[in-house]
């Protein structure tokens, strides 16, 4: 088991910043590789960003590009996504999630999960 913990959430203004941080306990965090993933209310879960288990591979969502980074630290079992300016349309609850292979951008083919934090844009 992997238990996934996401924190960083909260209200900003368009054009803000936010940085989510996802800390990773139980079994040995470097063989999964880590996506975010946001859901808007009514909508469907959707992939934002994803990072290779070593580090070297990112992935994102075409509309975040350029704005949101995923980084991932081995040693301190923890991933990030540092998400700069921002947009009303951002507005979701983002997850972390686990998934041991390479990255994926299903949301069915990851193993563990986190509860969720909730980032609001405010226009």
């Known amino acids: 088991q992997v238990q996934l913990v996401e924190s960083g959430g909260g209200l900003v203004q368009a054009g803000g910043s936010l940085r989510l941080s996802c800390a990773a306990s139980?079994?040995?965090?470097?063989?999964?590789?880590m996506g975010w993933f946001r859901q808007a209310p009514g909508k469907e879960r959707e992939f934002v960003a994803g990072?290779?288990?070593?580090?070297?591979?990112?992935y994102y969502e075409d509309s975040v590009k350029g704005r949101f980074t995923i980084s991932r630290d081995n040693a301190k079992n923890t991933v990030s996504l540092q998400m700069n300016s921002l947009k009303p349309e951002d507005t979701a609850v983002y997850y972390c999630?686990?998934?041991?292979?390479?990255?994926?951008?299903?949301?069915?083919?990851?193993?563990?999960w986190g509860q969720g934090t909730q980032v609001t844009v405010s226009s």
């Open positions: 990072i290779r288990w070593d580090g070297h591979i990112t």
């Open positions: 999630a686990a998934v041991r292979g390479p990255v994926s951008r299903e949301s069915r083919d990851y193993d563990y």
């Open positions: 139980g079994r040995t965090f470097m063989p999964y590789s």
